[in-house]
């Protein structure tokens, strides 16, 4: 127990015990369906915990060893879910059993990081080598296309966030890195012509300063050529609500009672909690039910009115401080499997913290993503208090290989 992480471990279970707080807050003006949400949410907590604590103490190499296994297993589900399973709001599939309610695409996400870090950790495995680093990133972009034709564009665009953090911590050379990134780049710029001019000039400079073969330069050069053309079309190819998320996103006054009320909404809330907050159980926007979905993906909007800028702030610093330890419990890994699976977990959890929080002051695009620990789920919840299981163990034998 000396080599136990028990800091880690009480930031989490102070994260999940704010967040039953709060589901109850935000659910007990609610109806008696929703009302029920907090004891659904108790008995995931005491069961993920519980899960959290076996998974720390079983041994590292079981964990290693079925990698491939539960990536094969996620990757069946979700071609199952399309079969069977029944969908939610948000278009988010669920598998139903019973009463119960599965989201594979949850734990898909650390499935993917065991395969992939499993797959790299070989010895004769080398990043900057095309083989394995087309086969790293087809064991992403595989559960990416079966989410994001679910469609859950929001969960299917965490795999993305993965390719850079992980790949880069494999030892990626900087100009695959570079190669990932400029699509994006183009992508985003592509909507207007000067922008995408100026970028493809310096795409064009760095690809002329790094002294690569020249079919590898062109091969970039028209990647980003196609991707700035094709952008329209595959704008096109989004759902008329996606297309407005990512709109009202830009301007949230454009649909004030439409598809930007949820952002607007909450941030009426968070600007009403002031410095110390309303009180618990007394934030107005909550209780008067003005803010949807905010047992889930608004959860933090609640902390904000009833806790304040006070709240707020302990919430944050407590994610700091849990992503922070992470990534210093993945550097201190001599072990290449564990140190990458770390990472990885990382990633997940800070991509969720940073759009689920930018979504909920107008900063991101209203994706859907939840708030780790915080936000209303089962499956959610099981994931995340199964990755830091893990991580816990992987901390307890980290000196032991």
């Known amino acids: 127990m000396k080599k136990y992480d028990f800091l880690t471990f009480l930031i989490v279970i102070a994260l999940v015990t704010v967040g039953l707080l709060v589901i109850y807050s935000a659910t007990v003006s609610a109806g008696e369906s929703e009302q029920s949400y907090f004891f659904k949410q108790i008995i995931w907590a005491v069961f993920g915990i519980i899960l959290m604590v076996v998974v720390s103490f079983l041994e590292i190499k079981l964990i290693n060893y079925f990698s491939y296994w539960f990536y094969g297993g996620a990757i069946f589900s979700l071609i199952i879910v399309f079969l ?37 950790s070989d010895k004769y495995a080398d990043i900057n080598k095309l083989k394995y680093f087309l086969i790293s990133i087809g064991f992403i972009l ?18 993305l966030s993965l390719i850079i953090p992980l790949l880069f911590w494999a030892g990626l050379n900087w100009f695959y890195i570079f190669t990932i990134l400029t699509p994006v780049l183009t992508m985003i710029l592509s909507f207007n012509y000067w922008a995408f001019f100026i970028l493809m000039l310096c795409i064009t400079g760095i690809l002329y300063y790094s002294r690569k073969k020249p079919i590898v330069t062109v091969a970039v050069f028209l990647l980003n050529i196609i991707v700035g053309i094709i952008t329209p079309t ?91 330890r992470l990534i210093h419990i993945a550097a201190s890994i001599r072990q290449r499997f564990a140190s990458m699976t770390v990472i990885g977990i990382t990633t997940i959890i800070t991509f969720h913290v940073i759009i689920n929080i930018g979504m909920t002051v107008g900063m991101a695009p209203v994706t859907g993503l939840p708030l780790p620990f915080l936000s209303y789920g089962g499956s959610f919840l099981l994931a995340n208090l199964l990755m830091i299981g893990i991580v816990l163990n992987i901390y307890r034998n980290k000196f032991s290989h």
């Open 84 to 120: 069977i399973g029944k969908v939610g709001q948000g278009a988010e599939r669920w598998i139903v059993i019973g009463s119960i309610h599965i989201q594979p695409s949850e734990f898909a996400k650390l499935a993917t990081v065991l395969a992939v870090s499993k797959f790299l």
């Open 142 to 159: 595989l559960p990416f296309i079966l989410i994001a034709r679910q469609p859950d564009l929001g969960t299917a665009l965490v795999f």
């Open 234 to 324: 595959l704008w096109n190819q989004l759902r008329p609500y996606q297309q407005k998320r990512v709109l009202t996103f830009i301007n949230p006054e454009m649909d004030p009672k439409g598809a930007g009320y949820q952002i607007i909404q909450s941030q009426v809330a968070i600007g009403s909690g002031g410095f110390w907050g309303k009180g618990y159980l007394q934030g107005s926007q909550t209780h008067l039910r003005f803010l949807p979905a905010q047992h889930t993906d608004f959860i933090f909007s609640v902390i904000g009115e009833e806790f304040g800028f006070i709240g707020v702030s302990i919430i944050l610093l407590l994610f700091l401080i849990l992503i922070l």
